[in-house]
C-alpha cells in the first residue's frame, strides 16, 4: 500500500486529495524526482508531464486536485502555504495566527489561514511574483478586515480620512421602531458611488450602517477590489443577496433548497447564504462570510443582521454556526467562492 499522503500534508486548510488520482501521484513523483536530480534531469532534457506553475529553481511542490479543481502549493519541507480555486479569487494562504472573537460567541475561531484576493479569476497558472507578495503582506486580511466592523470595533480612517471601518450598525429606523434594510457600503462610507455613469449618493441616516450585502460588497468590493454593480453583470459583484448567489463572480460551491447539511470543502472566505425570512421562502435573503472551525469544531461564520444591529460572529438571537439545527443552520442553503 502506498504511504498515506496526508501524512506528509499536515496543515491542508482542505481534505487531502483522494487516492487513486494517478495523475496527481505521478506529479508528486516527478516533481520528488526533478527537485533532487535537477542538475540531471536538465541535462537529460526530461520532460515532466505537467502545467508550468511555479519555476523548479523556486523549490514548490505544486498539486494540481482535479476533484476539488484547485491548486495546492507546498514548500520544501512539505507544509502547505497556498490554495487557489480555478475560477476563483478567493486565495488561502498560510499565515501568522490569529483569534477572532466576540464577547456574544460562544467560541473563538483560531486559525493561520489568511484570505486573499487576486485581480481576476484563477486560470490554473501561479503568478510566482503574487504569490511571494501575497505571503509577505502585512496588512489585514479579509477575515481581519471583516472583524474590523463587530460591535466596538475602533474606528480606522483611509490616508485621506476617509472612516473606513469600525463598529457598523445595521440600518436607518423605521417608524416602527424596526431596522431597514438597505445601508450599502457607500452608505457606510458616506460618499457617492459612480457604477459607469449611474451614480448612486449615499443615505444620511444609513452613515455607518452596513446590510448583510452591503457588509459583503465591503469587504470584497470597496476594501477587496472586486468591481461593484447594481444589477446583475458578467464579472461584477451585485447589490442584492440572491443576485450574489446567482451572479457573482467565482463559483457555487454547494446549493440546495432545503437546508444544506453537507458542506464539505467549504473554507474561509466563502459566502454563506441563508433563506432565513418567511416573507422570501424559497429565496435567499441573507449572506454572510465562512470564518473557519471554531474551538468547539463548530462552522462558524460573520454577518450583518438586524438581531444584532450589524456584523457580528456571535450567537445573540440565532447562533453563527453552520452545523446543526439552529436558526441560521436550518436556513443554510448555499456556499459560493468569490
Known sequence: MPPDRCQKRPNPPTACPESGQESVLYVQIMLHIR????????????LIPTTPLLPAAENYEVIANTATQQVEVYDTKGE???????????????????????ATASAPVITSTHVRLLSKPFDGNLDQGWLRSALADPTPDLLDTAAQYIHDAPEILSSSALHIGGDAGYGATSADGTLREGADFNDYLGVKWDYAGRLDSPEADEHEALDCSGFIRMLFGYRGGIPMTL??????????TFQMFEDAPGRIIHKSESQLKAIDGIQPGDLVFFDAETDTAGQVDHVGMFLGTDTNGKHRFISSRKSAVGPTMGDVNGRSILDGTGYYAKALRGVRRL
Not at 527537485?35 to 526530461?46: D, E, I, M, P
Not at 502547505?80 to 498560510?94: D, K, P, S
Open 35 to 46: 527537485r533532487h536530480l535537477g542538475s540531471v534531469l536538465t541535462a537529460l532534457s526530461l
Open 80 to 102: 502547505w502555504i497556498a490554495t487557489f480555486t480555478n475560477g476563483a479569487q478567493t486565495v488561502l494562504l498560510a499565515g501568522v495566527q490569529r483569534t477572532f472573537t466576540e
Open 231 to 240: 444589477s446583475p453583470s458578467p464579472g461584477l459583484l451585485p447589490r442584492r
